[in-house]
């Protein structure tokens, strides 16, 4: 017999950065974050899990390559999940699994992304969500969606933010053992509607720097990552949830650019210096703030993550539709500009 479960997950995108860990195995961050979850339908990842007696280990396929599960961040999910594991009856099929049986059960993992991972947006968040939501499932694991996420952690810090829809928050915790470090859904995705998310695939090639390896260096060289992480991000996060609570867009996409360029200005700051951006995603910049400032209130917010990638949020969908045609007009697809595609990812979750 063969006993499966499939689940999709969306990706996240941070409004307030996560960038540096306090602890790199458990995965413990330097500050909270937030993010905002897309829709399923365009940015997201479909994992399929199985388990039978007939398989004689664990094995993963990742878009149909088969990948090593040796890495200690699988090993750490797979490992805190069968230790939470429970009895799973499927009288149809009748088959039975007890709570020790899981040890000694091995699994079969098959994970797809819907974009190509060439393009060069972040997966792991999606993919470690995924994995982990879809083995709770089979496992018939009793954990809440906040707890799961502290497992989801473990594999990408990230991947914590995409258990839920909507804001989330990734509270840093305090404990040494990570248990309070994790996701909790600030509103859910029909709070604030109006946004839409348009990605600017600025350059398909792989990033240079990991953001595990980028943050590392960070952390141990940028001292504005220390003042950042102590004085600027807790009050942020206090306004930002503000901003979200009372739908208040100004707010928002002041701080989610003033983030967003200060998580770079970290970058810069670390020795040697980081750079994810390029020169097409910096005149993305000047644009959007041209057009802000000509309007006189914030029509369009940017955030970029570790790659040149520009993530730009409309604040309703008239004005999506006038910065999807200003930026095919200004940044077309396939110019000298290295601009491939646009990517729409509708944050109606
Ligand atoms: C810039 O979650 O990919 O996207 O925890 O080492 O796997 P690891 O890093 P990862 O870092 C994401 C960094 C970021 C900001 C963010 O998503 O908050």
């Known amino acids: 017999w063969v006993l499966m479960v499939t689940a999709q997950t969306p990706t996240n995108i941070a409004v307030i950065k996560y960038w540096g860990k306090r602890d790199e195995t458990l995965i413990l961050p330097v500050n909270d ?3 905002v979850t897309l829709d399923p339908d365009h940015l997201c990842t479909t994992t399929t899990v199985a388990v039978s007696p007939s398989f004689d280990q664990d094995r993963m396929w990742l878009n149909g390559k088969e990948i090593s599960l040796g890495g200690g961040r699988y090993q750490n999910c797979l490992k805190e999940i069968r230790s939470r594991a429970c009895d799973v009856e ?30 060069g947006l972040a997966s792991s968040a ?21 707890q799961l996420s502290a497992i989801a952690r473990q594999g990408s810090g990230s991947a914590c933010r995409s258990l839920f829809g909507g804001f989330v928050k990734w509270i840093m ?10 996701a909790v859904q600030l509103v859910d995705e029909e709070h604030w509607n109006d946004l839409v998310i348009i990605i600017a695939v600025v350059s398909s090639r792989q990033k240079e720097t990991s953001s595990t390896t980028g943050m590392r260096e960070s952390v141990e060289t940028s001292l504005l990552l220390q003042h950042r992480a102590k004085e600027v991000v807790p009050k942020r996060i206090v306004q930002m949830e503000e901003a979200i609570q009372n739908h208040d867009f100004s707010s928002f996409a002041q701080l989610t650019c003033a983030d967003s360029n200060q998580f770079h200005a970290v970058c ?16 993305i910049i000047s644009y959007v703030e041209r057009w802000n400032r000509s309007v006189g209130s914030p029509q369009v917010a940017y955030t970029f993550d570790a790659g040149p990638n520009a993530v730009l949020i409309a604040r309703n ?15 077309p697809p396939n110019s000298e500009t ?8 509708d944050k109606s979750i």
């Open 173 to 182: 915790g305090k404990e040494g053992n990570g248990s309070d470090s994790l």
């Open 268 to 283: 810069l700051d670390t020795s040697p210096p980081i750079f994810y951006m390029n020169d097409t995603s910096h005149r």
């Open 33 to 35: 974050s937030i993010s």
């Open 338 to 345: 290295d601009l491939n595609s646009y990517v729409l990812g």
């Open 317 to 331: 969908r008239k004005i999506a539709t006038e910065l999807l045609q200003r930026l095919l007009f200004f940044f």
């Open 90 to 119: 499927d009288k149809e099929k009748g088959i039975k699994i007890e709570k020790k049986d899981w040890q000694k059960l091995h699994l079969h993992i098959a994970s797809f992304n819907n974009f190509p991972t060439a393009a």
């Open 126 to 146: 999606a993919g470690f969500a995924c994995l982990v939501f879809s083995l709770a499932k089979l496992m018939n694991l009793k954990e809440n969606q906040s």
